[in-house]
């Protein structure tokens, strides 16, 4: 049987270079997705290798004993001519496999974009992140050498690249969230750098009756900030309080954390939000789980949320679920908050934000790969 080799950039391009040459009688012998090992190329689309025989067309030999009184007849059975079709049904299943198999090998990686690499599996960054945010490094890098100045730049680039949204122009945001997560908090920064660098005339109100000394502590905040502030006990009458503060630019909306495995509690806030032009904030803390967030932005999808703010960078050991979050957040990422101050301890997202959470000092300053 003689084999043969067919490469292309597709499975139906091999197959068909295939059935020109060698009919539609062709045995397919294997299949597998090519790489070239040469530098950057893991990266580029792999190609499809097809080895594909030509059978000898059907036999049946016949053997005569030397012993007439024995004679022997031995019949090589007939093999069905196997169809294309059912050849490509295998391939598919084969090339499912190898998939499965090059996901779990990493890609062999430059040193350096290595070593940014475990950095980032470090810091918590996913797998497809990280493919997707190496590849667009190594877009940026093209074929220079790397070295690590030249790799931070590159990653610079990569991070200008994505694609970031300005804060929230909404004049109605409504601040939710699991209990303690920093939401009155948040909103007492947010407030005032709306105030003091926006100029912007900022009301208040909170909604969260539910824990004691709530009302309190954002209506410390309130009067700090000369800010008008409202106290909603029923959700359904919200509309009472935004038409008492309908000269601010800006209305910041608190509400009470709440356990929202609990549809009730989603039902609740979407009360708030519904009919008034509201923009949901769905405000994450980066000590929770990747699984939490992602069960909570599962939750919120079906009201809608225009925002993710996420809180306590400072406290986390895994900030690169930023960039998971980056990924596969319905929405822009807003602020993060890095710390108990107000209101320094937070900033509105952006590539400078985003660059600093995926190098981190020591990486800024071209000293080392390291996490610090
Ligand atoms: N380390 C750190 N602590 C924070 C941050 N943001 C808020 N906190 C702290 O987290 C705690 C809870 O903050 P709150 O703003 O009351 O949280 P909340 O989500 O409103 O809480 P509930 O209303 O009870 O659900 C407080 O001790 C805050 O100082 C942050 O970015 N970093
Ligand atoms: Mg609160």
């Known amino acids: 049987m ?8 597709t499975l139906d391009e091999a197959l068909e270079q295939v059935r020109n040459e060698l009919g539609s009688e062709a045995v397919i012998v294997q299949t597998r997705k090519v790489r ?29 004993a030397e012993n007439e009184q024995y004679q022997v007849t031995e ?37 350096l974009l290595g070593e940014l690499d475990s950095d980032l599996k470090q810091r918590g960054v996913h797998a497809e992140a990280r493919h997707s945010f190496l590849s667009e490094v190594q877009l940026q890098h093209g074929e220079k050498r790397v070295t690590a100045s030249a790799l931070i730049a590159s990653v610079s680039k990569a991070v200008e690249a994505l694609d970031f949204t300005t804060p929230p122009t909404t004049k109605i945001l409504c601040f939710a969230g699991p209990t303690g997560v920093g939401k009155t908090t948040t909103i007492a920064k947010w407030a005032t750098q709306e105030i003091v660098h926006n100029k912007r005339k900022v009301g208040l109100i909170t909604t969260d009756t539910f824990r004691i000394g709530a009302i309190e502590q954002l209506r410390t905040y309130a009067t700090i900030l000369k800010a ?14 935004l038409e008492k503060l309908k000269d601010c630019d800006r209305i910041l909306i608190d509400t009470a954390g709440r356990n929202y495995q609990q549809e009730a509690y989603i039902e609740e806030i979407k009360q708030v939000s519904g009919q008034n032009q509201c923009d949901i904030q769905l405000v994450l803390s980066l000590t929770a789980s990747y699984a ?43 602020a993060v908050t890095t710390g108990q101050h107000v209101p320094q301890d937070m900033v509105f997202f952006g590539p400078e934000v985003m660059r600093h959470i995926l190098l981190g000092e020591a ?9 610090s």
């Open 2 to 9: 003689k084999l043969k080799t067919y490469t292309a950039p």
């Open 36 to 64: 070239s090992t040469q530098w950057l190329s893991w990266f580029k689309r792999p190609q499809h290798e097809v080895v594909a025989a030509l059978e000898p067309s059907v036999q049946q030999a016949t053997q005569v």
């Open 75 to 111: 019949t090589v059975v007939e093999q069905p001519v196997r169809d294309l079709r059912y050849d490509k049904v295998l391939m598919e299943m084969r090339e499912l496999k190898q998939m499965l198999y090059e996901n779990a090998k990493a890609p062999k990686l430059p040193k």
């Open 228 to 241: 008008p502030f409202e106290i909603v006990t029923n959700p359904k009458e919200i509309h009472i309080a």
């Open 292 to 334: 939490d967030c992602q069960m909570l932005l599962a939750k919120f999808k079906p009201i809608g949320i225009s925002g993710v703010v996420l809180t306590k960078l400072d406290e986390t050991s895994q900030p690169g679920h930023v960039l998971n979050l980056y990924y596969d957040a319905p929405c822009p990422i807003s």
């Open 363 to 371: 990486l800024v300053d071209g000293s080392s790969l390291s996490t």
